[in-house]
């Protein structure tokens, strides 16, 4: 058996664990590893698909079958063994700012939903070039994908996102860069005021 040196330092520097690069790229190239299934790449690493681990290791295979190759950030990142599905608590080294007392309720606006909740502030129009219909999303005040909030948000969906294609090897997982460009939508509740409703748009950038 062979390993590919080229392929096992790729994965390496993708985050995969040098044991497991190893085993995945003994007798494979990128291509074969793209084209593996679940079941196929916890045989190969040895590992149970319950593994906090073995959900690393598909991340990283799903975002080759996408051809983007992972930048190093400066962001803000949750480890996705600190989020739990349910009712969005931390491991015991990790804080969520979604627990906090003074921070309102904040959620994805489904993307087919997005038209209707932004409807009261008109921001629909006509493409002048293309005659086509656009949500002027642009006009919200921005949220960066940085942001503390958001961050949890994304680690949560992504988490359920995996969970799906553990499950279902048929699912879609989520594109990279899916969060960009999403609207989200701030409930703030006050004794004197009521509730309010905002909504904000998120952006990749930097602080």
Do not use: C
Not at 140 to 169: C, F, G, N, R, Y
């Amino acid at each position: 058996m062979v390993v590919k040196s080229a392929t096992k330092k790729r994965l390496q520097e993708m985050g995969i664990a040098e044991e497991h690069a190893h085993k995945l790229a003994t007798d494979r190239n990128m291509a074969d590893i793209k084209q593996m299934s679940i079941d196929e790449v916890a045989k190969a690493v040895g590992m149970s698909k319950e593994d906090d681990r073995f959900a690393n290791i598909m991340n990283v295979i799903r975002e080759l079958t996408t051809n983007r190759r992972k930048k190093a950030s400066k962001k803000i990142t949750i480890n996705a063994r600190a989020v739990d599905i349910d009712d969005f608590p931390m491991g015991l080294t990790k804080f969520n700012v979604l627990n906090h007392v003074i921070v309102p309720h904040q959620e994805l606006v489904p993307e087919e939903e997005e038209e209707d909740a932004l409807a009261p502030w008109n921001l629909g129009e006509i493409d002048e070039e293309t005659g086509v219909h656009r949500l002027r999303k642009e006009l919200l005040p921005k949220i960066l994908m940085t942001d503390p909030v958001i961050q949890v948000i994304k680690e949560i969906a992504e988490k359920e996102d995996m969970a799906k294609s553990l499950e279902d090897e048929g699912h879609t997982p989520l594109p990279a860069g899916w969060l960009a460009d999403r609207v989200l939508r701030v409930i703030r509740k006050s004794p004197s005021a009521g509730t309010s409703v905002a909504y904000r748009l998120i952006v990749e950038g930097t602080n």
